[in-house]
């Protein structure tokens, strides 16, 4: 089945409808040699084009406009080189789950394999950091290739998508027409949850008095955060999140107890290793999450819902497994459940919380501390968007900022990429120019990327970047700090750049904080000029994340500020008290 008329156009201009037929209405993209005809016919598209400066930043911009949005993001290149510099953007994409659909250019199909100019095999290169990637051969495959690219992307457990496309299938003629559905036998992704899952599910949480919400990043792609909301507040259940699922239930709620794992609350920790349920939602269990394996919630039963079946299992035994639409499975969990007596419970994870806040401690008057400069932004920009680099400032952005919705908070988790924030931050503001858009930088990632303040200024992109200039690339010093007895070998930047300066270089706006009392005035000036602006923050350069549980150990085997293991005040034992708590099922 096919859409409209066919016409005579060739490849690139059949690629240009196509995804105009996708309601595509941005790409980010370099061009260059190979990719030169679908940029020929960009020339007298509508379709808006950000030419970035890097085309790592253009992977990264497609990511944060995916992320922001919740629509596929897209991003070009051409052969080569200019395809292997999306490679880590891509692998970003893949690591957190988020559509995107690459274009790059290639050589001449009768060119590939003989090592020709800009040759690259991109299709083999990404195959691991890819849902699946195809190599266009034929002009006349072409709108079906990017159907079912859109289709890969978007559909299931989202992903990036790479179409390599040969200069010469760029060129062809071809009867143009677009497919109006998508056929693939192989992948058939399940959305409906199975109802007896769901309902074994609902008697396990009736069985419970502990019981405890665990959300990821699953939870925002499916946009089932109210539907999460619903089942916290019906069962009185504790919410902690990952970090992709921040957002997904407001910070401030009182069911909310943080992110667990490794710069986790230590109320979240604990409140997981001392459950009996852990109802896992759209998230898979990853080391810096579960810590050491063995010891992970070691009395608690685990149901797990989520859209791909193989992160079921895979790393820690799961009781109820049940795959499917996050959103869908909640709708038909929350038919069935009904209100939990866990007073007692959250009494204990009170306590928790008034002992062991997220705090640190003022060194002087006159130093700002990077945790501070996070207070004063969320302050100061309460229904912002808030992009990260990698590293120390990533974690204390996820600490302290509140969040109020989901896809507000968008950063790098399962690769950890430095560079990734303010190319993902210009992504974010183009797909929501209604929104203010932060960047929270530290002065070593903004370096990876800072070449995209062009990208800003030439399209009036009006991201605001808040730099925490500590002088070090903060987390490996934290790290050679306390495992490696202070030897920083190789950490120290401080000099390196002036990021006023720099800023001014490419016509952006420029600010610096070096006392408490500028630190907001210049975040305000920042927001409120309209411009492209960088705020160089100077903080206290040996602050460190806490809390923070070392690699290998348990995620209850926290450090303190002082680098001591703590452990958690002894409280009631609630486990007896389930007995006559079993839910009659044939009644809801």
């Not at 993209?29 to 990719?35: K, M």
């Not at 299992?313 to 639409?325: A, L, R, T």
Request: aromatic share 8%; net charge negative; hydrophobic share 40%.
């Amino acid at each position: 089945m096919t859409t409209g008329s066919t016409e005579k156009v060739n490849g690139a201009r059949a690629l240009i409808k196509c995804l105009e037929e996708e309601g595509v209405d941005t790409i980010f993209g370099y061009p260059g040699g190979q990719i030169i005809p679908f940029y020929n016919e960009l020339y007298d598209s509508n379709l808006r084009h950000i030419l970035v400066r890097h085309e790592q930043a253009a992977a990264h911009a497609a990511d944060g406009y995916a992320r922001a949005t919740g629509k596929t993001g897209v991003c070009v290149s051409t052969s080569g080189p200019g395809a292997t510099n999306l490679v880590t953007g891509i692998a970003t994409a893949y690591m957190d789950s988020v559509p995107i659909v690459a274009l790059t250019g290639q050589v001449p199909t009768f060119l590939i394999g003989n090592d020709a100019f800009q040759e690259a095999d991109i299709t083999g290169i990404t195959q691991p950091i890819t849902k699946h990637n195809y190599l266009v051969q034929d002009a006349n495959e072409l709108p079906r290739i990017v159907k079912e690219a859109f289709h890969i992307a978007s559909t299931g457990r989202p992903g990036p998508v790479l179409i390599d496309l040969p200069k010469d299938v760029q060129n062809a003629e071809i009867d143009f027409y677009y497919p109006d559905k998508v056929e693939l036998r192989g992948y058939k992704p399940t959305y409906k949850g199975n109802t007896q899952q769901i309902k074994r599910a609902a008697e396990e949480i009736a069985n419970s008095c502990m019981p405890i919400i665990y959300a990821g990043g699953g939870v925002i792609s499916s946009n089932a955060s109210a539907e999460l909301v619903e089942l916290a507040e019906t069962i009185s259940a504790p919410v902690t999140t990952t970090l992709l699922g921040i957002g997904s239930i407001p910070t401030e709620h009182p069911l909310y107890v943080g992110m667990l794992g490794m710069h986790g609350s230590k109320y979240a920790n604990y409140a997981v290793q001392e459950s009996d349920l852990i109802i896992a939602v759209g998230a898979r269990f990853d080391d810096r999450v579960t810590g050491k394996l063995e010891s992970f919630a070691p009395n608690a039963r685990v149901i797990h819902i989520d859209v791909d079946p193989a992160e079921i299992s895979k790393n820690v035994k799961v009781h109820i497994p049940i795959v499917g639409d996050a959103k869908q499975i909640l709708k038909s969990l929350n038919k069935y459940i009904r209100c939990c007596n866990s007073g007692a419970w959250l009494e204990k994870i009170d306590h928790w919380k008034k002992e062991y806040p997220l705090s640190y401690s003022q060194v002087s008057p006159d130093v700002i501390m990077p945790q501070f400069v996070i207070e004063q932004i969320s302050e100061a920009c309460r229904d912002a968007i808030i992009v990260t680099e990698v590293g120390q400032h990533q974690m204390w952005a996820a600490q302290f900022f509140k969040y109020k919705k989901p896809r507000t908070f968008i950063t790098s988790g399962g690769l950890g990429t430095m560079g990734y924030g303010f190319p993902a931050a210009i992504g974010a503001k183009v797909g929501r120019p209604d929104k203010t858009v932060i960047n929270i930088a530290g002065d070593g990632s903004f370096q990876m990327n800072s070449q995209e303040l062009a990208t800003a200024v030439q399209n009036d992109i009006p991201v605001v970047s808040v730099i925490l200039n500590n002088g070090y690339l903060g987390m490996v010093r934290q790290w050679q700090e306390l495992f490696y007895d202070r030897r920083y070998s190789h950490t120290f930047i401080k000099g390196s750049v002036d990021f006023v300066k720099l800023a001014e270089a490419y016509g952006a706006l420029g600010l610096r904080a070096e006392k408490p009392s500028e630190v907001r005035p210049a975040i305000e000036e920042a927001v409120n000029s309209g411009r492209p602006a960088v705020v160089e923050v100077i903080v206290e350069c040996e602050a460190n994340v806490y809390p923070m549980v070392p690699a290998g150990a348990a995620i209850n085997e926290i450090l303190d500020p002082e680098g001591h293991a703590d452990t958690p005040c002894a409280m009631p034992d609630l486990r007896a008290a389930t007995a006559d708590r079993v839910l009659d099922l044939e009644e809801h």
